[in-house]
């Protein structure tokens, strides 16, 4: 009775029959330590989570890539990467026929503006308003709608040795690039900010656009007016 050999088998045969009650008859919770480290985890992430949103309401996000791939912008294959921070966007674009570099940033105020619109049409099919925080949507949108401009020439020989040849912008709905805490020339009725001895170039410029716009219409054309610009 007491050879080694017994003794291991009843200590298995032990150790099977508390396994097979275990299943049998589940605990009713879990066991104290299996629950304490659910609640450190969910702990975690409450305060990672409430850690974001700080950093978000101070300016403090964190810069992340969201993109970076090949695609094709206003006739001309870029390796393009962007980055968010917050619900602001930077795009960095690579031009290897070029050798050139093409820079772009799409601010927060111009994200909403952008939604605005966009949720607008998209009420008019019957769709849902898409949101800010709903960033993959958002890069979507911003992605097809990118463009290539000419840059705002810098004040200095400094400042235009860093701008690349063509600037990375964002098209509203309308098909004109956004600018920041701006609206496009076309819609500015109201803001009375023309100097006065350009008012009658601005309304020759915006008759002879509309002009072209409803010609490429009627003969079914595609309106680019980046190259209007």
């Given at each position: 009775g007491n050879h080694p050999l017994h003794s291991a088998l009843w200590r298995w045969e032990e150790k099977r029959r508390r396994s097979l009650t275990a299943q049998k008859y589940p605990p009713l919770c879990a066991a104290p330590e299996r629950q304490a480290g659910r609640e450190l985890v969910s702990g975690f992430r409450h305060r990672g989570a409430a850690a974001a949103m700080e950093r978000d309401e101070n300016g403090d996000a964190i810069v992340t890539e969201v993109f970076s791939r090949g695609m094709r912008i206003t006739r001309r294959h870029v390796y393009l990467k962007v980055f968010r921070c917050g619900s602001s966007y930077k795009f960095t674009g690579l031009d290897?026929?070029?050798?050139?570099?093409?820079?772009?940033?799409?601010?927060?105020?111009?994200?909403?503006?952008?939604?605005?619109?966009?949720?607008?049409?998209?009420?008019?099919?019957?769709?849902?308003?898409?949101?800010?925080?709903?960033?993959?949507?958002?890069?979507?949108?911003?992605?097809?709608?990118?463009?290539?401009?000419?840059?705002?020439?810098?004040?200095?020989?400094?400042?235009?040795?860093?701008?690349?040849?063509?600037?990375?912008?964002?098209?509203?709905?309308?098909?004109?690039?956004?600018?920041?805490?701006?609206?496009?020339?076309?819609?500015?009725?109201?803001?009375?900010?023309?100097?006065?001895?350009?008012?009658?170039?601005?309304?020759?410029?915006?008759?002879?656009?509309?002009?072209?716009?409803?010609k490429m219409q009627a003969l079914g054309q595609e309106v680019d007016i980046v190259s209007m610009i």
């Open positions: 290897p026929v070029a050798n050139d570099t093409y820079k772009g940033f799409f601010y927060n105020d111009q994200v909403q503006h952008l939604l605005v619109e966009v949720n607008r049409e998209r009420a008019a099919e019957g769709a849902g308003p898409i949101l800010l925080e709903d960033h993959d949507q958002v890069l979507e949108i911003i992605l097809g709608r990118l463009a290539l401009v000419d840059p705002i020439a810098g004040m200095t020989s400094q400042l235009k040795d860093q701008e690349g040849k063509k600037a990375i912008v964002v098209l509203d709905p309308a098909g004109m690039p956004m600018r920041p805490n701006m609206r496009p020339i076309i819609g500015r009725g109201g803001l009375h900010r023309v100097l006065g001895d350009t008012k009658g170039s601005i309304k020759k410029w915006e008759k002879n656009v509309r002009k072209k716009i409803t």
